[in-house]
């Protein structure tokens, strides 16, 4: 992955907003690099580009040899669906689906192809349910999986949350602050469990973090302060 010169503004005129400077970053594939710095200071605005959420005003974003500022709208899709996976703080889990239906509902997304062009062929469900189910083995959740996210504790959905990221395999697992709303055990589990999978399968893993354990789990520490990267 190949950062260069990346720059995002937001706003115009005199409410322009440099929300990222001129970023220059290169990250080895199964790597893992903690973002840390203050509220505000550019890490989710770099973590965006890097999953392709958005573009940057100037400069590059290359991951796997795809040049994200520069690809169409259907090839960012695609690289989303297929190449990065999202852990988030809150979870984000669909409350009326049980764990096994939040993870199957991404797989099926990922085994979803292209059909004349234009169209997508879902993925198979009895294949995305069998993906599902053993995410949530992996992540020691495998007797869960018939519960809804309300039955869940906090830790047990960050799990399934981190089920639902890895299922398929992405190569690049992006967290945003992933322990930030566990206590001190259940995140040390969340972390733990990230790194159990880097390891197992070479994923590369990119994380936002104000946890200075977190941070100590990483290959490398970034700094960010005011859009500008400072590396330890």
């Known amino acids: ?8 503004r937001f706003g115009s005129g005199s409410s322009t907003v440099l929300a990222l400077d001129g970023a220059w970053l290169g990250i080895n594939t199964g790597e893992f690099v903690a973002l840390a710095g203050p509220s505000g200071s550019g890490k989710s605005t770099l973590l965006n580009l890097i999953g392709a959420m ?10 796997g ?11 960012l899709t695609d690289y989303r669906r297929h190449q990065v996976g999202f852990v988030f703080q809150f979870y984000n889990l669909i ?3 049980t764990a096994l239906e939040n993870v199957q509902i991404v797989a099926q997304l990922r085994a979803a192809r292209l059909r004349s062009g234009k169209e997508l062929r879902p993925g198979k469900e009895g ?37 639902r990221a890895i299922v398929g395999r992405p190569p690049l697992l992006l967290c945003d602050e992933p322990t930030g709303a566990l206590d001190a055990v259940s995140g040390a589990l969340a972390m733990a469990l990230i790194d159990t999978l880097r390891l197992r399968y070479g994923t590369t893993v990119i994380v936002i973090t104000h946890d200075g354990e977190v941070a100590a789990r990483a290959d ?4 960010i302060r005011d859009g500008r990267l400072q590396h330890r």
């Open 54 to 63: 958005d573009r940057p005003n100037a400069g590059r974003v290359v991951v």
């Open 95 to 97: 409350s009326t689906l």
């Open 220 to 223: 490398r520490i970034v700094d």
């Open 127 to 163: 294949a995305a349910r069998m993906a599902a189910q053993a995410a949530l083995d992996g992540v020691g959740l495998g007797d869960r999986a018939g519960h809804f996210p309300a039955e869940l504790s906090g830790g047990e959905q960050q799990r399934v949350a981190i089920a």
């Open 1 to 8: 992955m190949l950062i260069e010169g990346a720059t995002r």
């Open 65 to 75: 040899g795809v040049d994200l500022s520069a690809a169409t709208d259907r090839e």
